[in-house]
């Protein structure tokens, strides 16, 4: 029988339970023998046999099981779920003692519901124990039954399982969160923590490269090392602290009309050092015409960088590195359209079961190149999750051994664009004069370190580590003449 047939018998009994409580009644008060219903199609004949059959169908079709039990606890009669869920034959249970399939530790509570069910209603959790041997957790509802019904108790069973599961679940997806929460707490701290130690090595390499009169070949090649890992490892903290940002929920976007040009331009000129150093071939490829965007320049600048910096790590020495920036797509409004930005190379490639997860938090790929290359996992997920809060979208295509593609399509500014040249805007002549500079920060490092700097340039330095002596020497000077800076 199909479900749908199942259904509709099922509707049927329901809709006739009425009318057979009511026959039932009249024959076993003794009233008539018989009982007949005028129909449509003509009429409809109850004995005691035939009103009872809705209801032995209903037990029968229940999604729980359902028991009949003696005084003495055997079963009188079960329906087919029961057998089902104590895995034995429905012919083999009549007369069988409940208390069979209670496990030992249950019993105690099973016979103080069954005793209240005597006299009563009763009803609480409790297991079962299946022909292999497996526990089921129950829950059972007593009843007592009316004396001419050949049996003492009703029972239904209702298994547990599914809702049991179905907490264990939520318990441990309460608890990921958890995790993941704390997760983003660590992120967010080790970032702060590590960007700390790495401003007064900033400013120590700078000043360093203010000092290279007379400096030895090996202590100029030793300082352009420290320069490149300093690079790198900032690049990391960087990444680090975004992807905690955008995870916590607490990024925020700073839009302005900025064009396509300025933010390769950017990109490419941050990347460059990393492509010379691997001879490889940039080409770009850009239209005439400025193409804009509504965009964060800063953040979308680091789009590019991350996809341009994969492209460089993973491809071989005299490789070839492309990014090319498409005329401009319309919609079918003509208005609203996207911009098509496209990141190649020609490198390692990335293995196909690798590419639906590229974009996951921490996923690393299998290279050929060395690990050292690899980073933390970060930098496409930033990818994606920058372009997204853009409203753009990231796809990735590869072939392993012949390189890949990232295609960036962003959303053009609407409205009134710019009138201006595209490229980066001439700034004009800094003036620098002679500054006298209040430092203050309880990192004596950082403060240190960017005292040394800014007296090689020539300013007046002075230094404090707690906020009230800098205060009161500020409020007895010219306060126009000092600036303050602290972490």
Same mark, same amino acid.
């Given at each position: ?7 509709a ?11 057979a ?7 076993r ?11 449509p199609? !003509? *009429?409809? /004949?109850?004995?005691?046999? %035939?009103?009872?059959?809705?209801? +032995?169908?209903?037990? =029968?079709k ?6 009949t ?6 079963i009188?009669y079960?329906?087919?779920?029961f ?25 105690t509570?099973?016979e ?14 409790s297991?079962?124990r ?5 526990l089921?957790?129950v829950f059972?509802?007593?009843n ?5 019904? !050949? *049996?003492? /108790?009703?029972?239904?069973? %209702?298994?547990?399982?599914?809702? +049991?599961?179905?907490? =264990?679940?939520?318990v441990i997806?309460e608890?990921?969160?958890d ?8 992120l967010?701290?080790?970032?702060h ?8 090595i ?10 290279v ?5 090996s202590?100029q ?6 320069e ?9 903290v ?10 916590t929920g607490?990024?925020?976007l700073?839009r302005?009309?900025? *064009? ?11 990347? +460059?050092?990393?492509i =010379?150093n ?9 239209p ?11 953040r979308?600048?680091q789009?590019l960088?991350n ?5 460089a790590?993973?491809?071989?020495e005299?490789g070839?590195v492309?990014?090319?920036?498409e ?6 409004d ?9 990141v ?7 293995a196909?079961?690798l ?28 990818v994606?999750?920058?372009?997204l ?7 990735v295509s590869?072939?392993?051994?012949q390189?890949?593609e ?8 609407s ?5 201006t ?11 620098v004069?002679?500054?006298r ?9 950082t403060i240190?370190?960017?005292s ?7 300013h007046d330095?002075?230094t404090a580590h707690?906020?009230e002596?800098?205060l009161n020497?500020i ?13």
């Amino acid at each position: 029988m199909t479900k749908s047939n199942e259904h509709a018998e099922i509707a049927d009994l329901q809709l006739r339970l009425e009318e057979a409580e009511e026959t039932i009644r009249a024959i076993r008060s003794g009233t008539v023998d018989a009982f007949v219903v005028e129909v449509p199609n !003509g *009429a409809r /004949v109850y004995t005691l046999e %035939t009103a009872d059959r809705p209801y +032995r169908l209903l037990v =029968e079709k229940m999604q729980q099981g359902a028991i009949t039990l003696n005084m003495d606890g055997t079963i009188a009669y079960c329906n087919r779920h029961f057998a089902d869920l104590v895995e034995k034959p429905l012919e083999r249970l009549i007369g069988v003692d409940f208390r069979d399939f209670v496990p030992n530790d249950s019993l105690t509570n099973f016979e103080i519901l069954f005793q209240r069910s005597l006299s009563g209603f009763s009803q609480g959790e409790s297991h079962l124990r299946n022909a292999s041997g497996g526990l089921i957790p129950v829950f059972f509802t007593f009843n007592t039954l009316p004396t001419d019904c !050949g *049996a003492a /108790v009703g029972l239904i069973v %209702t298994d547990l399982t599914t809702q +049991r599961h179905h907490k =264990e679940l939520e318990v441990i997806l309460e608890a990921l969160k958890d995790a993941d929460h704390r997760k983003n707490e660590f992120l967010a701290m080790l970032a702060h923590e590590l960007r700390g130690p790495l401003a007064p090595i900033t400013n120590a390499v700078i000043l360093l490269g203010l000092q290279v009169e007379g400096e030895s070949p090996s202590h100029q090649q030793a300082r352009g090392i420290i320069e490149r890992q300093l690079r790198q490892l900032q690049h990391l903290v960087d990444d680090l602290l975004e992807i905690s940002r955008i995870s916590t929920g607490k990024i925020q976007l700073r839009r302005e009309p900025i *064009a396509v040009h300025d933010i390769v331009d950017g990109a490419v000129e941050s990347v +460059r050092p990393l492509i =010379e150093n691997k001879l490889h071939k940039l080409t770009i490829s850009m239209p005439p015409e400025p193409i804009w965007l509504n965009a964060d320049a800063a953040r979308l600048e680091q789009v590019l960088l991350n996809l341009l910096t994969n492209a460089a790590k993973y491809t071989e020495e005299n490789g070839q590195v492309w990014i090319t920036v498409e005329p401009v797509s319309y919609f079918s409004d003509g208005v609203s359209g996207e911009c098509v930005i496209r990141v190649r190379d020609n490198g390692v490639g990335i293995a196909p079961t690798l590419i639906p997860l590229i974009f996951d938090l921490f996923t690393q790929a299998e290279r050929s190149l060395d690990r050292s290359q690899g980073g933390l996992g970060i930098g496409l997920a930033l990818v994606q999750r920058l372009t997204l809060l853009h409203e753009g979208s990231i796809e990735v295509s590869s072939i392993l051994g012949q390189g890949s593609e990232f295609v960036l399509r962003l959303p053009l500014l609407s409205g009134e664009w710019p009138i201006t040249k595209a490229g980066r805007s001439v700034a004009s002549t800094l003036v620098v004069r002679r500054l006298r500079v209040l430092l203050v920060d309880d990192n004596i490092d950082t403060i240190l370190s960017f005292s040394m700097l800014l007296t090689e340039c020539g300013h007046d330095v002075q230094t404090a580590h707690d906020g009230e002596r800098p205060l009161n020497r500020i409020l007895t000077t010219e306060a126009a003449t000092y600036f303050s800076f602290g972490s």
